[in-house]
């Protein structure tokens, strides 16, 4: 009030005694509580929690690193940070259930664009993708948490896969690891004849089949849609990517990957049944493992090269993870320094080396990290991210392309060409699928 004001209302106090007044006030009620209380201040602020959701790694030395770090952050902040972790197809569910609800963990961890399938319930994060280095971000990366301008995930990490391969298997083919996909179909042919062929799994599998079908599409000019959302994938392009599988998979490779999942090929590799396939550093990772646990030197046979290139180039499906914040959580400040926590420089380097190869970092600067260069059966995965695009593209990354990836229609349109039908035939019918989806 103004001092006419006060004066109005019979109130004479300067600004000075109103001062001194309430903080007597407030002394006196604090002399009260304390004698109320025996002379201690009472604890009426419960300690802070933040829980944090995500994915239980196939490196199960990354979980340990994680929470590692998630206790060494909340005794710098002052906050107790539980970590859980469960399967990674469990996500959904329980993000779903949080979002609704509005009530759950504080902090998620979602892959690919998972983030914008729930923006709603997702705090925006610009600032922090700012300080990550912004459009230096890969733009895969990027592409899964851009929200219409507003990003609802910060991009933490990505797993990739390259082609691991059997040394001595490739040297009695004199078979050279493949630059193009017309060097992969000459190099399987010889090796099948030898009794080694190229294992892919090309069924319902969540991982495999669509890395592989996907990134030999893109190779041959391929594309499901355009930068326009219309369905573009009754092409000459297309008709010559399935042209290709058929013969690849008939002269270079197990049949009997039709049935596989995203086990049964590294199951087969270490049977040594198959010469080459398709995976994440995983198979690589355990061979090194048992190298040093079980003294078996198989780790030595093997090397690694990226999906070879196409009339089209080189392009690459990548995982992209991402953490992100509920709206809903009460502690939003501590979680987003949290955030900043792990993708400090030296905690990021600590996660990436436990990880072996398995993950990659959401900048090109990761690209030149030590660990690609010591072990240089690594470093084609240092690589891959540079190639990488979503699997909307060269449209957007929604809702709808997440839709055409769950029903396996690229994979389809390509197992039901290996399996004897035509390619103008598997092409018309992946169009249709298609349309049933983006109209």
Same mark, same amino acid.
């Given at each position: 009030m103004s001092k006419k004001a006060n004066r109005r209302h019979g109130l004479q106090l300067t600004r000075r005694q109103f001062v001194r007044s309430t903080g007597l006030a407030a002394a006196g009620a604090a002399g009260a509580s304390l004698g109320l209380f025996g002379g201690k201040a009472p604890a009426f602020a419960q300690s802070r929690e933040m829980h944090?959701? !995500? &994915?239980? #790694? +196939?490196?199960? /030395?990354?979980? $340990?690193?994680?929470?590692?770090?998630?206790? /060494? *952050?909340?005794?710098? /902040?002052?906050?107790? $940070?539980?970590? !859980?972790? %469960?399967?990674?197809?469990?996500?959904?569910?329980?993000?779903?259930?949080a979002v609704e609800s509005g009530t759950g963990p504080d902090v998620v961890q979602l892959f690919n664009n998972q983030p914008l399938l729930y923006a709603p319930g997702l705090l925006g994060v610009n600032d922090l993708v700012q300080e990550t280095g912004g459009n230096k971000i890969y733009p895969f990366f990027r592409e899964s948490v851009d929200d219409g301008g507003t990003y609802v995930g910060l991009?933490? +990490?990505?797993?990739?896969?390259?082609?691991?391969?059997? @040394?001595?298997?490739?040297?009695?083919?004199?078979?050279k690891p493949s630059q193009t996909w017309d060097e992969f179909l000459d190099s399987g042919t010889q090796l099948k004849k030898l009794g080694f062929p190229v294992g892919q799994a090309l069924g319902h599998s969540f991982g495999d089949p669509p890395g592989f079908a996907y990134s030999l599409f893109w190779?041959?000019?391929?594309?499901?849609?355009?930068?326009? #959302? @219309?369905?573009?994938?009754?092409?000459?392009?297309? =008709?010559?990517?399935?042209?290709?599988?058929? !013969?690849f998979w008939k002269a270079a490779c197990d049949e009997s990957g039709l049935g596989w999942d995203d086990s049964a090929n590294n199951r087969a590799f270490a049977a040594e049944t198959i010469s080459v396939t398709?995976?994440?550093?995983? %198979?690589?990772? $355990?061979?090194? =493992?048992?190298?040093?646990?079980?003294?078996?030197? *198989?780790?030595? @046979?093997?090397?690694? *090269?990226?999906?070879?290139?196409g009339p089209a180039g080189r392009r690459h499906s990548m995982t992209a993870y991402s953490r992100c914040i509920f709206k809903a959580s009460k502690v939003q400040s501590a979680a987003k320094n949290y955030l900043r926590f792990c993708l400090k420089r030296e905690n990021l380097d600590k996660l990436i080396r436990v990880n072996d190869g398995y993950i990659n970092g959401p900048t090109p600067e990761w690209e030149e990290h030590p660990l690609w260069k010591e072990d240089p059966a690594l470093t084609?995965?240092?690589?891959?991210?540079?190639?990488?695009?979503?699997?909307? &593209?060269?449209?957007?990354?929604?809702?709808?392309? #997440? !839709?055409?990836?769950?029903?396996? %229609?690229?994979?389809?349109?390509?197992?039901?060409?290996v399996q004897g039908e035509s390619a103008d035939a598997a092409a018309r019918w992946a169009s249709s699928e298609l349309k049933q989806i983006y109209g």
């Open positions: 944090v959701l !995500e &994915w239980s #790694s +196939f490196v199960k /030395e990354a979980d $340990v690193e994680v929470n590692r770090q998630a206790e /060494e *952050f909340g005794k710098t /902040e002052g906050i107790k $940070v539980k970590v !859980e972790h %469960i399967n990674n197809n469990d996500l959904n569910a329980r993000t779903t259930a991009p933490y +990490f990505a797993t990739g896969a390259a082609w691991v391969y059997n @040394k001595d298997m490739y040297q009695q083919a004199g078979a190779a041959y000019g391929g594309k499901l849609i355009d930068e326009h #959302s @219309k369905v573009a994938v009754d092409t000459k392009e297309t =008709r010559a990517a399935i042209a290709y599988v058929k !013969e398709r995976n994440g550093a995983s %198979i690589y990772f $355990v061979a090194k =493992r048992n190298l040093v646990q079980k003294q078996d030197p *198989f780790a030595k @046979k093997l090397d690694h *090269f990226l999906d070879p290139k084609p995965f240092a690589h891959a991210p540079a190639t990488s695009v979503t699997y909307g &593209w060269p449209g957007p990354n929604d809702r709808k392309a #997440s !839709e055409a990836v769950a029903k396996y %229609i690229l994979v389809d349109m390509f197992a039901r060409a």
